[in-house]
């Protein structure tokens, strides 16, 4: 008899803390704390760390922690021309939600070699599991720059995402497992999601033969985005108007948030045929979820998907919290993941 394909399987949104000899902790964009050869030997290390990291909790799918880039987005963008990082400007983003330094646009973008081959080489000789690895998406990439040159959003993101497609086909063909794009602006600016950004998203992932993966939230804990959570009411329907999109698209899964949130969970009924990676450990608070909060969550989920398109997941990055926190909810994720393993397995819960 043929095996089942494996249910409930846990993986990561991304990033994960670095260590504090390497950046200086519970910040976004933290500074290095190394330099020169000293600081690519620390982020081989770092990454060594946070693969067995992932390991030791039982995580499944795991992913080398983001652990070589200052910032999910910026990090890729050092590697493209066109890119001006020695002129900063302060701008709003996410619609003017927080501001940030950001590099400006003054020609073509054009990525002239490969950004992240050799971390890639690196974690997939260290870990014998699945291999995720992640790259911001077109449209959070335009969102994050000062654009002088294509003065359209809808251009730059399509130049950008033949640049991330480029680098998309190379890691995959590196042995990676699944590349997962972040788009955390697709829960901001819905009409352009619909009007040009999954087409861009597309247009990253296109040829790709490994799993590829869309990851859309609401933003890392930090503050601004507490806040802003504050303002969105008792019911968070903005993946209402997305996932139809996305359920059409040829993206294969979709990594939402939903622990500690106000997301209707039936919303992911909206993604049928799709894998669905539900955030069911909330990286805004220093609490560690039981495995039984876990399981609760992922139990409503099967309401929803069936158990091989339901996987375990974080609800965003845990690169701004603590390291023994992250690794306590990374526990607790393959934990509860286990107890609906087994539920299922003695036929308790249906699938
Ligand atoms: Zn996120």
Redesign the pocket.
Known sequence: MAQPAPALLTTV??SLPKPSWLARPQVLWAPWQLAGEQLAEGKRDAVLAALKMQEAAGIDIVSEGEQSRMHFVHGFLQGVEGVDFGRMKRIGIRADRYEADCPTVTGPVHRPRPVHSDEVRYARAHTTRKLKFTLPGPMTMVDTLADEHYRSREKLAFALAEALNAEALELAALGVDVIQF?E?AFNVYMDEVRDWGIAALERAAQGLRCATAV??????GIKANIEWKKTLGGAWRQYEATFPLLAKSRIRQV?L?CANSHVPIALIGLLEGKDVLVGAID?ATDAVETPEQVAATLREALQYVKPQHLYGCT???MAPMARPVAEAKLRALAAGAAIVRRELASGQLKG
């Open positions: 949104a991304g972040d955390p990851h859309i939230c609401y933003g890392y990594s948030e990286v609800n965003c990055g």
